[in-house]
């Protein structure tokens, strides 16, 4: 089985992200990027199930700028074992990734397409439900577990309530949640041996589908700021402030 | 222009949020139609009628629909969203998973987690794990929204009456089947909608140590929260992670009990009315945004805690 492993690059999870005084956006010059954590706990699963037998070949797609390479390499080193680069420096919204995302799969035929829950940064937590459907497979996201059973999978499923276990047909499109798994680091020598390891570098304007952003974004504000308060001594001063003060309890 | 809120049910009773989704739909404006998708829900589609200021209750009775199985349910919605401007779930697990696959069928954009209505196409949404708000414009003819429940008060369980139909979808695709639920039982309020909630995090050290958490949660009717690091560690369940990726919290009063206030968590309790958080290091970031620190061991704060909540008379347990 093949798997297609959809990767994002996004600002770096530590970085303390900062509203542009214009309101167009948030600073990204100078600003370190990262593989979005969600994607490496996908491509760490989809590594795992090579090395279990049950893939035999893992390819890695990201749709983005020239930068979009970096991530992809990141993949590579972590045991991916080919890549695609969907060039394009327009700005990308979950359904026009998910009809780029479409294109490969369909080119691919991959039994599993395995991509994070949500990006970090757009927080939309929507493309790889928009996959499966522009593919007409079954979706199973925030997943904490699966497991593949006579050419299906269970998977276990992070929920409000708590776990869900649903089993699928494959081909399907999974989404990651953070318990999946712990994303390995990439080993020098693996981190050397994916400079060899090939990108194949598409136009995304020569996919043939349409990629236009279909909401307008107005402005992007800082949300309001919330003050530190006070310290209190010890407890007997918190319960006072809690119900005196706050009138929270009691 | 009408809406059609897609209610979150487990065939016997309407969940809350469904009610949050109510309240954000009125606020567009048009009238307000819930879907009850299940099997054997009737229990829950009467429920539907009497929320205030719901008009209509589409009631679709089919096996399929029984575990809100997302591939059964978008070609029902999407087989009744001509008749609507807009198609509202609030931003759960459920509606997250759902409403995607929805908006990628009707080939629109999906607003994901609104915090604010501009007007009927224009809404506000929080990004980078909140520290930016962003407000977009949806041009398409069907907008297909989340929205987080704590921003929008629940409408009234009742004081409406509206008419129940039925409708019916394609049923099973066949792609999926459930397996099993293991679901966390608990007798203390929701995460999402108590109004006090008290979080430990990796300070708690085990699971053992969490009884220190609930004991002061039971006096104050409180719900029990954690950080990912004491997910991650397996000291509580997935379902009580608190944050950017996890459930998104706003109660009265959020005390976070060895939690060093990363912006992944904060992102989940910052809208919350009064933050307390007890940490032994002073310099705990969480600390930036509680309007009261106790700086101390919780080893022994949360004791002490119990015991003057006791003392004081406050105590419901
Ligand atoms: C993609 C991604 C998503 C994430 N999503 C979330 C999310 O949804 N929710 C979330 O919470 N995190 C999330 N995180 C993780 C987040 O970055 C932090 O790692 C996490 O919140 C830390 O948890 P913590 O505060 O419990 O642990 P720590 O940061 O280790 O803090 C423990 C605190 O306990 C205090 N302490 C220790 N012992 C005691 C004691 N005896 N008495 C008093 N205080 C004590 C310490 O001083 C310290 O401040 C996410 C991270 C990533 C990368
Ligand atoms: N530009 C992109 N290229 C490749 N994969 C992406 C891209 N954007 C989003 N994804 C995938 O979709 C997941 C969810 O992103 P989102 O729906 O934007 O929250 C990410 O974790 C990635 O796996």
């Not at chain 1, 010059?29 to 090395?51: G, L, Q, S, T």
């Not at chain 1, 940064?121 to 925030?142: E, H, I, K, R, V």
């Not at chain 1, 107005?218 to 530190?228: F, Q, S, T």
């Not at chain 2, 009717?221 to 379902?239: F, H, I, K, L, Q």
Request: with cysteine.
């Amino acid at each position: 089985m093949k798997v297609l492993v959809a990767v994002k690059r996004t600002i770096d999870p530590n970085v303390k992200v900062r509203v542009k005084s214009d309101q167009t956006g948030v600073e990204t010059a100078n600003v370190k990027m990262a593989m979005n954590p969600f994607c490496e706990i996908a491509v760490e699963e989809a590594v795992r199930m090579k090395e279990a037998g049950s893939a035999n070949e893992v390819v890695a797609v990201s749709a983005g700028a020239d930068k979009a390479q970096e991530t992809l390499r990141t993949a590579l080193a972590m045991g991916a074992d080919r890549a695609v680069h969907i060039v394009t420096e327009a700005e990308l919204q979950p359904l026009a990734v998910a009809r780029l995302l479409k294109v490969i799969a369909d080119e691919e035929q991959p039994g599993l397409v395995i991509m994070g829950k949500q990006a970090i940064d757009d927080d939309s937590n929507q493309t790889g439900q928009m996959l499966a459907a522009l593919l007409g497979w079954p979706q199973a996201t925030f997943a904490s577990e699966i497991e593949f059973k006579d050419g299906t999978a269970d998977v276990t499923r992070e929920i409000d309530g708590g776990l869900e276990t649903l089993n699928v047909n494959l081909p399907a499109v999974v989404t990651t949640d953070l318990r999946l798994n712990e994303p390995r680091y990439a080993s020098l020598p693996n981190i050397m041996k994916a400079k060899k390891k090939p990108i194949d570098r598409r136009e995304a304007d020569a996919l043939g589908v349409d990629i236009s952003p279909r909401l307008a974004i107005h402005k992007v504000e800082e949300p309001p700021k919330r003050e530190a308060g006070i310290k209190v001594a010890d407890v007997a001063e918190l319960v006072a402030k809690l119900r005196d003060d706050a009138k929270v309890i009691g | 222009m009408s809406t059609l809120v897609i209610a979150e049910h487990d065939n016997a009773e309407l969940k809350r949020p469904s009610l949050n989704a109510v309240t954000a739909a009125q606020a567009l404006g048009g009238e307000v139609h819930v879907l009850v998708a299940g099997s054997g829900a009737g229990k829950v589609a009467e429920a539907a009628a009497q929320a205030a200021g719901v008009a209509k209750v589409l009631h679709a009775d089919d096996p399929a629909y029984e575990h809100g199985i997302a591939e059964n349910l978008a070609p029902l919605l999407v087989g009744l969203a001509e008749g609507y401007s807009h198609l509202i779930a609030s931003a759960t697990t459920f509606g997250k998973n759902v409403m995607p696959r929805v908006a990628a069928l009707l080939d629109v954009a999906q607003v994901s987690d609104i915090i604010g209505i501009a007007s009927d196409s224009v809404f506000v949404r929080p990004t980078y794990a909140g520290n930016a708000l962003a407000t977009v414009e949806s041009g398409d003819a069907t907008k297909v929204v989340t929205v987080r429940t704590t921003a929008f008060d629940a409408a009234p369980a009742e004081g409406g009456s509206a008419a129940i139909e039925a409708v019916s979808g394609a049923g099973d695709q066949g792609l999926v089947r459930f397996v099993k639920h293991e679901l966390s039982k608990s007798d203390r309020p929701e995460l999402t909608s108590a109004g006090i909630v008290i979080s430990g995090g990796r300070g708690m050290q085990s699971g053992e140590n969490f009884p220190l958490i609930e004991a002061v949660a039971d006096r104050l009717g409180a719900a029990v929260g954690a950080s990912r690091a004491a997910v991650d560690a397996g000291y509580v369940p997935n379902d009580f992670q608190v944050g950017q990726t996890g459930k998104v919290v706003a109660p009265d009063l959020y005390l976070a009990v060895g939690i060093s206030g990363a912006i992944q968590h904060l992102a989940g309790m910052k809208d919350s009315r009064v933050i307390c958080a007890i940490n032994k290091d002073e310099e705990a970031p969480i600390f930036q945004i509680a309007d009261f620190g106790l700086v101390a061991d919780l080893f022994k704060a949360l004791p002490e805690l119990a015991e003057e909540l006791d003392r004081q008379g406050i105590s419901k347990a």
